[in-house]
């Protein structure tokens, strides 16, 4: 992955260097995920949870239309959040804990001592 972000930015030095050196500047960030493990690549990529949050809000309003005031729109979404949080906080989880404990163990040089798994359970 590394290899090819540099590939992208040998490309990009000459054509667009300031797009370039962006994109240089940003590399710790833009390939944070290569630092868990490759099956969970695909779920940290991914905006799905966003976009089915969003479209069932989305839902929610056009049912009612018109709303009297700025509170009750805030009342519905909030309702809505909460709702979501729930589903979440019953075990629907879109990272499970066993992933999560899998990525925390898996040790790198110079990574601090992994986090066991009742710490783990503690913040969930």
């Known amino acids: 992955m590394h290899?090819?972000?540099d590939r992208i930015l040998d490309a990009?030095?000459?054509?667009?260097?300031?797009?370039?050196d962006h994109l240089d500047a940003a590399r710790a960030d833009l390939l944070a995920f290569t630092a868990f493990p490759k099956e969970i690549w695909r779920q940290i990529w991914s905006n799905n949870p966003n976009e089915r949050l969003n479209r069932e809000i989305r839902r929610r309003?056009?049912?009612v239309g018109i709303f009297p005031d700025r509170d009750a729109i805030t009342r519905?979404?909030?309702?809505v959040l909460a709702e979501q949080h729930d589903?979440?906080?019953e075990g629907r989880r879109y990272l499970g804990l066993d992933v999560l404990t899998r990525s925390r163990?898996?040790?790198r040089?110079?990574?601090p001592d992994p986090v066991d798994q009742l710490e783990l359970e503690?913040?969930?």
């Open 3 to 5: 290899a090819q972000y």
């Open 12 to 20: 990009l030095t000459d054509k667009l260097p300031t797009v370039a």
């Open 61 to 63: 309003t056009d049912v």
């Open 76 to 79: 519905l979404v909030g309702a």
């Open 87 to 89: 589903e979440w906080a």
């Open 105 to 107: 163990t898996t040790t």
């Open 109 to 111: 040089p110079g990574d």
């Open 122 to 124: 503690a913040v969930a």
